[in-house]
């Protein structure tokens, strides 16, 4: 989290913004934000920390757009409509939405008929600027892509950089939340911001100052999620 090393070694500046385990704690999902600007000397510092995050082969493929205008980022909302739709149906239904292994069950018509309240793509409209994280699908390494199930490998290239994002925007003392939903719209979103073919979009980020920074998450204990040597190995 720190700008600057000590010359006598490493020994992180003092003047430099959050502990780095508290920024982690208390970097949650912000959707609602003040009408405060995030400066662009914020927002390249902010990308400028993040930058250094592991991608595959350090290829660094990811790219970032950066839209602060009001109509692009409606038109983002309103591709996002349409997995919205589906994600409330379904959770509406007991299912687990979206799930690649538990397909649908409830009908088009019933999709089709859900209403998206307007808070769901509020956060696009009323941060600061909103990122849209790009991957280069020509410098990843997929090594899953031949198994038979949904990729996920292919992610670890783009997704630290999207959280360290995050961190460095709560170190900041701003705020926001990936959201994914307009990515169900892809070939859409690549035409509206000049995407070029062999690029994927992996996260749309509204960026601001948060109405309310939340300051206490509720995750799982270790033990309930690492054992040791095996899958049904003893808790850790």
Known sequence: MCSQ???R????SQDFGMDLYDVMRTTGAV???TEDPLPDDVLVRILDHARFAPSGGNRQGVHVIAIRDIDTRASLGELSVPAAR??????RNDEGPWNPLRPMSISAEQVAATEVPA???APLLTSSVVLVICVD????AAVD??????GVVAGASVYPFVWNVLLAARNEGFGGVLTTMAVAEEPRVKALLGIPD????????PLGRPQRQPTRLTRKTVAEFATWERFDGAAL
């Open 5 to 7: 090393w000590h010359s």
């Open 9 to 12: 070694g490493p020994t992180l």
């Open 31 to 33: 959707r609602r934000f």
């Open 86 to 91: 589906r994600y409330l149906a379904q959770r």
């Open 119 to 121: 808070d769901s793509t």
């Open 137 to 140: 699908l020509a410098v990843v």
């Open 145 to 150: 892509q031949d198994l038979d199930r949904v």
């Open 198 to 205: 062999g690029h994927a979009v992996a996260a749309v980020l």
